[in-house]
C-alpha cells in the first residue's frame, strides 16, 4: 500500500474554513478533502514531526484536531475540562454517485458509484486520561445521523458524534473522542469532503 500524503493551513477560504486533504501517493490526481468549519477565529497550532493540526480552544473547554497517518486522518476531540458541548456535528458531502452508509450508530461506510468502499470512519470511542493506553477509562460514543443542513443550495447529510453523558460524568479529563478515517487502497477516491 502506498503511504498517505497530506496538506493544510489552506485559510484562505472567505467561508472561514481551513482546507485540510490527503491522498495516496501512487494516486497523484485523487485527493480527499476535508473542510474545517467556522475555525479561523482560533490560530491552528502544527506540529510536523506528528503531521497534526490543532486549534486549540475552538469550542468552550474542547480543542479539535487532525492527525495524518500511514494510511488514516484521526480527527480528535479534546475535552479539556466540563461544560464542553454535549456532542460534534459534521456535515459529508460526496462526489456523485457516492453514498455514505451509517453502521450500527458507530461508523460510517462510503461506496462509489459501483458500490466498492472507498472509505470507511474506524467506530468512535473515546477514553479519558487515567491510566495508561491500556487502562485508561473507556468513554462511550454514539454516531448519529440528523437533519441535513443547507450550504449554497445544495443539502447536506449530517453526523453527530455523541458522547455518553453518564461516561463523561464519571471521566477524569482530558476526556478524546476518536473518529478516524480509513482510506482503502483498492478503488479510486473521487474528491469529496467532509
Do not use: C
Not at 4 to 9: A, C
Not at 106 to 113: A, E, G, K, N, T
Not at 168 to 179: E, G, I, N, Q, S
Request: proline share 7%.
Amino acid at each position: 500500500d502506498a503511504p498517505l500524503q497530506s496538506y493544510g493551513f489552506d485559510t484562505s477560504d472567505p467561508l472561514n474554513t481551513t482546507l485540510v486533504g490527503a491522498r495516496l501517493s501512487d494516486r497523484p490526481s485523487s485527493w480527499l478533502n476535508w473542510k474545517a468549519l467556522n475555525v479561523n477565529a482560533v490560530a491552528p497550532v502544527g506540529d510536523f514531526a506528528t503531521r497534526t493540526i490543532t486549534w486549540p480552544g475552538l469550542w468552550a473547554n474542547a480543542d479539535l484536531s487532525w492527525q495524518a497517518g500511514a494510511h488514516k486522518v484521526a480527527k480528535l476531540v479534546t475535552l479539556a475540562a466540563p461544560g464542553h458541548p454535549d456532542a460534534f456535528g459534521f456535515s459529508l458531502r460526496l462526489a456523485p454517485g457516492h453514498d455514505a452508509e451509517l453502521v450500527g450508530g458507530s461508523y460510517l461506510v462510503i461506496r462509489d458509484p459501483q458500490g466498492n468502499e472507498v472509505m470507511r470512519t474506524r467506530p468512535v470511542h473515546g477514553w479519558d486520561s487515567s491510566g495508561d493506553a491500556l487502562t485508561r477509562r473507556a468513554i462511550r460514543v454514539t454516531l448519529e445521523e440528523r437533519a441535513p443542513v443547507t450550504v449554497r443550495g445544495r443539502q447536506l447529510r449530517t453526523f453527530w458524534l455523541v458522547p455518553n453523558v453518564d461516561d463523561l460524568a464519571a471521566a477524569t479529563y482530558p476526556v478524546t473522542l476518536d473518529p478516524t478515517t480509513t482510506i482503502s487502497g483498492t478503488t479510486n477516491i473521487d474528491d469529496a469532503s467532509l
